[in-house]
RNA sequence: GGAGUGGUGGCCGAGUGGUCGAAGGCGCUCGCCUGGAAAGCGGGUGUACCAGUCAAAUGGUACCGAGGGUUCGAAUCCCUCCUACUCCGCCA
């Protein structure tokens, strides 16, 4: 979240930010925010000054009691009963006012960084780059949902009869092939530098506060009945807590990992063609990197994950674009975020495949991960996150381009993690 | 799941009602010593908030797993929760 001397500082830049984004009570949100901090300060000071009298008054007592003075200490005690009364008061005085200013920094969202388009929605989203000409579909080109049958590669019946829709059961071909992308990515990202982890994949409260699912994504997590806990949304949310609470010394940073997890999402709200075959699940599987570094390193961190991901996707052979994402379809944590779409042929629409994102210091404050400097100071580090990759999606991609009318052949790079070359 | 014992600073570890943000050791760091190093000697070494300041120095408050309670006063006593270990049970 945002530091509140900050936005106590730079008022009207923060304002204009936040309504770029299209939060219509920007200015509302910051002045509340304000004028409770400002009061936390006043309360703060009180009882500050109360609990130092208190201190006081204990110790004569102590002095009294040792001197042999019992009368003159149980006067004194009276006066220290009062202290309490009025210390009981600020306490929970403070403690509100720290509530609410907590409460309102969770629901203001990040800052879009200066080279984030300005825009409304996804329609004024910038291409940064596109693959051209786009492959142009043939006569016998099919949806992958039609070819997954067809090839018996993943059971959505099953999956219904199992969990419900949007549970896809692989079968055969389709496990192994999405077990041979998993492998592939994991490699990549290790030979890239990127330390691999498996994480839980429920998270608690805490967690997914710290990481900005909650308050923000509230009914898009499957909650455990009776439990504080949830079903990851993504494995930003167990890596990145990793590292909550810690401050790292400097030669440790920067820290990359890469991640694969299942990934639950309720999805509330969707419907339509956006949920046909594999576009869009309730569970699906993800590697993902996280990128902890100095705040001087995030940006150029953010473009050499972007060519790592751009990296994956090309080594497929896959057709896709770069969108930066405008203010307006920032997530709510992010301050610059490029998405990777790969085409889908059988669909001819484009389709998300990889989220990168930096976060600079709203993660790192609500986790309150910081480093040292040499002259001994703490700072805020920076956290960056990126899919390399979604799985449903590229396999999505992946099966209808290479789908000749006869068989799908799998791409070369796969060669080293399969024993078949097509599927017939 | 049952029974028992614990959770203290970067680490180890003392501390069972006051002078304890906390002994001692290790680690780290600065200085001395040395041709250089080791050893030795001396100093420093948590975080947050508030006040103060150009910045600092400095002062105040809070924090000994978390949250409540008792008390003039809590690391220390009581309650709840979390968690680790040992034994038993169960088990991939």
């Known amino acids: 979240m945002l530091e509140i001397n900050f936005i106590e500082a730079n008022q009207e830049h923060v304002i204009n930010l936040l309504t770029s984004r299209q939060l219509k009570n920007a200015a ?10 400002k009061e936390r300060k006043i309360t703060q000071q009180a009882y500050d000054l109360v609990a130092s009298k208190a201190k006081e008054v204990s110790k004569e007592i102590e ?22 009364d009025a210390l009981k008061k600020l306490d929970t005085g ?12 969770y629901n203001i969202p990040n ?34 949902w039609e070819l997954i049958e067809k090839y018996d590669l993943i059971d959505f019946k099953l999956g219904n009869q199992l969990a419900g829709a949007g549970f896809p059961v692989y079968k055969g071909k389709g496990a192994r092939l999405q077990r041979a992308l998993i492998n592939f990515f994991l490699d990549e990202a290790r030979a890239a530098g990127f330390e691999e982890i498996q994480p839980p994949i429920l998270t608690n409260a805490t967690s997914a506060y710290a990481t900005g699912q909650l308050p923000d994504k509230e009914g898009q997590m499957y909650q455990l009945a009776g439990e504080d806990l949830y079903l990851i949304p993504t494995a930003e949310t167990p890596i990145t807590n990793l590292y909550r609470g810690k401050i790292l010394p400097k030669q440790t940073i920067p820290i990359q990992h890469v991640a694969y997890t299942p990934c639950f999402r309720r999805e509330a709200g969707s419907w339509g063609k956006d949920v046909r075959g594999l576009n869009r699940l309730h569970q699906f599987d993800k590697v993902e990197l996280v990128v902890i570094t100095l705040p001087s390193l995030s940006y150029p961190t953010l473009e050499t994950m972007r060519q790592y991901v751009e990296g994956l996707v090309t080594k497929l052979a896959l057709p896709y674009r770069v969108l930066s994402l405008c203010t307006g379809d920032l997530g709510f944590t992010s301050a610059a975020t490029y998405d990777i779409e790969v085409f889908s042929i059988g669909q001819d629409r484009w389709l998300e495949v990889s989220s990168i994102s930096n976060f600079e210091t709203y993660q790192t404050h ?9 002259d001994g100071t703490t700072h805020l580090l920076h956290s960056l996150n990126g899919s390399a990759l ?3 999606r590229i396999m999505a991609a992946l099966l209808e381009l290479n789908y000749d009318g006869d068989k799908i052949t799998m791409p070369k790079i796969l060669t080293k993690y399969l024993d078949f070359e097509c599927i017939r």
Request: glycine share 4%; hydrophobic share 35%; charged share 25%.
């Open 28 to 37: 509302e949100l910051v002045a509340h925010a304000i004028t409770i901090n």
């Open 63 to 84: 002095q009294l009691l040792k001197t042999g003075q019992k009368d003159a200490a149980e006067a004194r005690k009276a006066d220290s009963m009062q202290f309490k």
């Open 94 to 105: 403070l403690k509100q006012h720290q509530k609410d200013l907590q409460e309102t920094l």
């Open 111 to 144: 800052l879009p960084h200066a080279g984030t388009p300005i825009g409304k929605d996804e329609q004024d989203n910038k291409i940064i780059s596109e693959v051209k000409p786009l492959p142009t579909a043939a006569a016998n080109t099919l949806p992958h």
């Open 366 to 374: 609500r986790m309150q991960t910081r480093y040292k400097e040499a």
């Open 390 to 392: 979604a799985l449903p």
